[in-house]
């Protein structure tokens, strides 16, 4: 899959996987052919790896911030230099796709609900996925197979092998 074009220029190519990954990775399920199910598989595989091996990775500091006339110090909690690079690394592939509101939610409720976040999909990868399966391979003893690549069979119109891909 290393040499897969996709039929496409390089900078197409890479514009199709970095839209599926971001959606994978928001949507946790993407309908596609099997030759891009693939390519999508394994670079979402090393994305989830990376976080992974990283999101353990903080660091304590304590700043004085002044409030309301009164120096207060206040303990914060940063990214350490592996989990800061990491997420540098997806955030330079994945699109920064931002969060949705909800049917019947509010406009308070909705900033409520999103404050403070700026990249909703890279605090998603760290918060929600590298802790959920950094456990799974704990218990299964294995690293990867985050995804799994379903086939479906030939789409009508040009027949061509479609295929779900979804993190496990």
Same mark, same amino acid.
């Given at each position: +899959?290393?040499?897969? !074009?996709?039929? &496409?220029p390089?900078?197409? #190519? +890479?514009?199709?996987? &970095?839209?599926?990954? $971001?959606h ?17 598989? $394994?670079?979402?595989?090393? =994305? ?5 091996? @990283? ?5 304590? %500091?304590?700043? @004085?911030? @002044?409030?309301?006339g009164? !120096?207060?110090? !206040? *303990?914060?909690i940063?990214? /350490?230099?592996?989990?800061? $690079?990491?997420? &540098?690394?997806? +955030? ?11 049917? !019947?939610? /509010?406009? *308070? ?14 605090? #998603?990868?760290?918060? %929600? ?5 950094? *456990?799974?391979?704990?218990? =299964? ?5 985050? @995804?799994?690549?379903?086939? =479906?069979?030939?789409?009508? /119109?040009?027949?061509? *092998? ?7």
């Amino acid at each position: +899959m290393a040499n897969d !074009k996709l039929g &496409r220029p390089t900078d197409q #190519k +890479m514009a199709v996987l &970095r839209n599926q990954v $971001s959606h994978l990775f928001k949507y946790g399920k993407l309908q596609t052919t099997v030759a891009k199910a693939k390519a999508v598989q $394994s670079k979402a595989e090393k =994305l989830l790896t990376l976080a992974i091996n @990283t999101y353990e990775d903080n660091a304590k %500091v304590t700043k @004085t911030v @002044t409030e309301n006339g009164s !120096k207060v110090t !206040k *303990e914060i909690i940063n990214d /350490g230099p592996k989990k800061l $690079s990491a997420r &540098r690394k997806i +955030m330079a592939f994945l699109y920064d796709l931002k969060e949705e509101r909800r049917e !019947k939610e /509010g406009l *308070e409720a909705y900033r409520a609900r999103t404050q403070g976040i700026n990249h909703p999909l890279i605090e #998603k990868i760290f918060n %929600v996925y590298a802790p959920k399966y950094a *456990e799974r391979a704990k218990e =299964l003893g294995t690293k990867g197979g985050y @995804t799994r690549v379903i086939k =479906l069979g030939a789409r009508r /119109g040009d027949a061509a *092998e479609l295929a779900i891909v979804e993190l496990v």
